[in-house]
């Protein structure tokens, strides 16, 4: 592993040259600026109908090795912003231009408590904060007993769930220009905090993917909910308690539909395969910062998704669509038991009551609807054709569910800038949508421009493996500030978090005369 360039500040570095200490910035290359969707404060960005909308040219079939089946030779030669530069800092590898700074690091940086930063970062997202400043919510994905993890969130006074379990968020403030200035706890004592999402009035919803018991594994209370964590305001994060009316499960991600108040959940779990679900609040319930937590265990309903394809006929696993522009209607199906005393919200569904897909990850709600990413699926696992990874797009107008992109098994992943495995995603203001890849052998940060054409962003170049067998931690987190010009994410292990920075444009395609 090279020498740590993460100090507590730092310069930022462009692609292809020595990195600097904590904070330090790296690399460069082109997606143009689209609008940026703000509400409430929160950097939530939007705007990729442009590039999603439809069937044709929007988002495409990766074949086998990651080539784009059927896409014109004249378009294939142009992507991206070009090659990805190799970083002898030996973090991230960014197109000419582009640059990174390092904002934490397990280990490495401290908290204001004075503890290090907490490992296992995964789902994020950027909150405008106070004189343009950004405050990133972090998850820690950390599962089991604190005494398992040699950098778990510490157990700050007042933000703790369960004294026994090692996850839960921080918070990074960093400046206007980019620099590093705090980070602190936003919620401790939770379990395998996963990915989660942004809230329509500025709050982050952070999902546990994990559903142990009081008594398994040491816990002392029930795991498996979702918690809201308030980057703004510290007292509000007090005594924390999981919003039980959203179910117990191995959850996922999780939006919110701004206009009719429907939260949409994703679940990643096998045997059986998990399942998207819906909550749909009570009659007279009104959305607000920490409403969420007040209600009742029982509270609306809690349902998950039922799909029937052109011909009406029920759809069992979302393997089994292999071609983008694919759409299917969706019913949904109330669960009996949310909370799963005896049996596994998954598991009380059979036959042909809901759809299932092998792993559910990462969502983003923009233009209108859903963004859901489903992993990977393999022979044996599912009924359907294997893939390493789907885009789909939920229309809650139409009640559709829409394939938009899909990769093909990839026979090496060892091979540089080839997809395969997206978990977390995001939309991009520049049009188009970015993806956290969480695959075998090299790790990338990938996009898919206006064309549908997918292309990488960064690579992870953080060996935590061998020379002769190298190894890299998944990408995670990947979301945009709210002035759109620099794209956050973490690396799992060890546990890194950065900012890139760039000539972000519109990437066109450029074919020959």
């Known amino acids: 592993m090279p020498t740590d360039p993460t100090g507590p500040t730092g310069p930022s570095v462009p692609a292809g040259s020595i990195a600097p200490a904590a904070g330090a910035r790296v690399g460069r290359a082109r997606l143009t600026r689209r609008s940026v969707v703000a509400g409430a404060g929160i950097a939530v960005t939007g705007g990729a109908a442009g590039i999603l909308a439809g069937t044709s040219g929007a988002f495409g079939s990766q074949g086998e090795g990651g080539r784009e089946r059927g896409e014109p030779d004249e378009v294939r030669e142009a992507r991206g912003y070009g090659p990805l530069l190799p970083d002898p800092a030996g973090v991230l590898a960014l197109p000419a231009g582009f640059s990174y700074r390092v904002l934490a690091h397990c280990g490495v940086t401290r908290l204001e408590s004075g503890e290090h930063t907490p490992a296992g970062h995964d789902g994020s997202a950027a909150f405008d904060g106070p004189r343009g400043r950004t405050l990133l919510v972090n998850n820690h994905e950390l599962k089991g007993p604190r005494t398992d993890w040699e950098h778990p969130v510490p157990p700050v006074e007042g933000l703790v769930y369960d004294p026994a379990a090692a996850g839960g968020c921080t918070v990074v403030e960093v400046s206007e220009d980019g620099e590093r200035l705090a980070e602190w706890v936003g919620l401790a004592g939770t379990s395998t905090n996963c990915a989660g999402g942004v809230t329509p009035w500025g709050t982050w919803l952070t999902c546990e993917e994990n559903s ?51 939260l949409y959940l994703t679940e990643d779990d096998s045997e059986p395969n998990g399942l998207l679900y819906r909550w749909v609040p009570p009659k007279g319930f009104r959305h607000g910062r920490g409403r969420l937590r007040t209600l009742a265990d029982d509270a609306g309903r809690l349902q998950a998704f039922r799909c029937l394809d052109s011909g009406g006929r029920f759809v ?16 949904w199906v109330d669960v009996p038991d949310r909370d799963a005393r005896e049996v596994p919200v998954r598991a009380q569904f059979t036959g042909d009551e809901v759809t299932r897909a092998r792993k559910l990850e990462g969502m983003w709600w923009a233009d209108g609807g859903a963004y859901v990413v489903a992993s990977y699926a393999r022979a044996g696992d599912s009924p359907g054709q294997p893939h390493d990874g789907q885009v789909w797009f939920y229309d809650p107008r139409r009640r559709t569910l829409t394939l938009r992109l899909r990769f093909g098994v990839v026979r090496d992943p060892s091979a540089p800038d080839v997809p395969d495995g997206p978990d977390n995603i995001t939309v991009s203001p520049y049009g188009g949508v970015i993806i956290a890849e969480d695959g075998e052998g090299l790790q990338h940060l990938m996009a898919a421009d206006d064309r549908g054409r997918v292309f990488p962003v960064a690579r992870n170049e953080v060996n935590i493996g061998t020379t002769e067998e190298p190894e890299y931690g998944e990408f995670a987190g990947v979301c945009f500030s709210g002035d759109g010009r620099t794209l956050f994410a973490g690396i799992q292990e060890p546990g890194i978090l950065v900012a890139i920075t760039g000539p972000w444009e519109r990437h066109r395609s450029h074919r020959h005369p």
């Not at 696993?317 to 209607?329: E, I, N």
């Open 316 to 331: 069992d696993d979302l393997s089994r669509a292999v071609r983008p522009g694919t759409v299917y209607g969706v019913d």
């Open 212 to 262: 142990d018991r009081a008594g398994e594994r040491g816990m002392t209370r029930d795991h498996g909910y979702v918690f809201e964590v308030d980057p703004r305001d510290r007292r509000a994060n007090r005594d924390p308690r999981p919003i039980r009316a959203l179910g117990r499960f191995d959850h996922e991600a999780v939006v919110v539909d701004p206009g009719r108040g429907h």
